[in-house]
């Protein structure tokens, strides 16, 4: 037996084109994550691209909806949303702004829309959340774009970090501690080369939604909206096209678990999904 060695940077094991979906009341946008597709990246589960400036792809929004057993992560890139829950919090998310909302044992909320015309922009991740917190106490974690650095690098290259660390110490807002999640936008002029070191055995993949890339593994440039799944290595690298690019950076800690997903509830057995349905509907939530 040999010890293979690690290749040194991460490479493209697949690129994936989102699928247009609609969702809330009527709210058009592409499912780039949980798709027939690309079903889950783990802990990764579901990510939705909104972006429309037609009132009618967005103004129905999200009503009263309820959540349990992971976090979602909304990041505006233009435009305001408003949310509030059964639990009394509310608030606007504006743009360049996030949220990280750790559902853990559940709340019912909705998200809409703040406006009613203009581009409305942006992301929202699900990441499950180990067994051992399913249950936590909901928590939020909100920041303004003025609350999120951005740190930039040779070339006019700039990475806005939400949660995790760069290897470079400029430290994200958000406390990912249950998967070590590392949520970064990096924007690239053309030509521009981007590189960073991740953990062995996290999962990472790109989400490419503007420009193109060129990344070890895959022929030519990539172009987006398209999730760029990365293999193992020691470090992300990417070059822009002559367009330039950006793009998400995600990683996380996988969580090994066997995953039970109904509708607005990702827990571990179908039994404690059923039980969450009935919490539910009993108003337990
Ligand atoms: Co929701």
Do not use: C
């Amino acid at each position: 037996m040999s010890a293979s060695p690690t290749p040194s940077i991460r490479p493209v094991i697949a690129a994936v084109e989102g699928m247009a979906t609609s969702d809330g009341a009527g709210v058009s946008m592409t499912r780039m994550l949980g798709t027939p597709r690309l079903r889950t990246l783990d802990p990764f589960l579901m990510l939705d691209l909104f972006g429309s400036d037609e009132p009618t792809d967005y103004l129905a929004g999200f009503p009263d909806h309820p959540h349990r057993g992971f976090e979602t992560v909304t990041y505006m890139l233009a435009g305001r949303m408003r949310h509030a829950d059964n639990h009394g919090h509310e608030g606007v998310i504006e743009t360049g702004g996030v949220q990280w909302m750790t559902a853990g044992r559940g709340l019912i909320h909705s998200e809409m829309p703040e406006q009613t015309e203009g581009l409305m922009r942006g992301f929202q991740l699900w990441i499950n959340l180990p067994a051992r917190l399913k249950m936590t106490e909901p928590r939020y974690q909100e920041f303004p774009a003025a609350r999120i650095p951005v740190e930039s690098r040779e070339g006019g290259v700039t990475v806005t970090v939400i949660a995790g660390d760069t290897a470079r110490g400029t430290a994200g807002p958000v406390r990912a501690e249950a998967t070590d999640a590392r949520y970064f936008d990096v924007a690239l002029p053309a030509g521009a080369v981007f590189a960073e070191p991740l953990p062995a055995g996290h999962t990472a993949f790109l989400v490419l939604f503007e420009g193109g890339v060129s990344v070890a593994g895959a022929e030519g440039t990539l172009s987006g909206p398209q999730v760029v799944v990365l293999g193992e290595g020691e470090r992300v690298e990417a070059a822009a096209g002559p367009e330039g690019a950006r793009f998400l950076l995600l990683s996380g800690r996988p969580l090994g678990e066997p995953i039970a997903w109904g509708g607005p509830f990702v827990m571990n057995t179908r039994e404690e999904v059923m039980q969450a349905f009935r919490d539910y509907e009993a108003g337990r939530i």
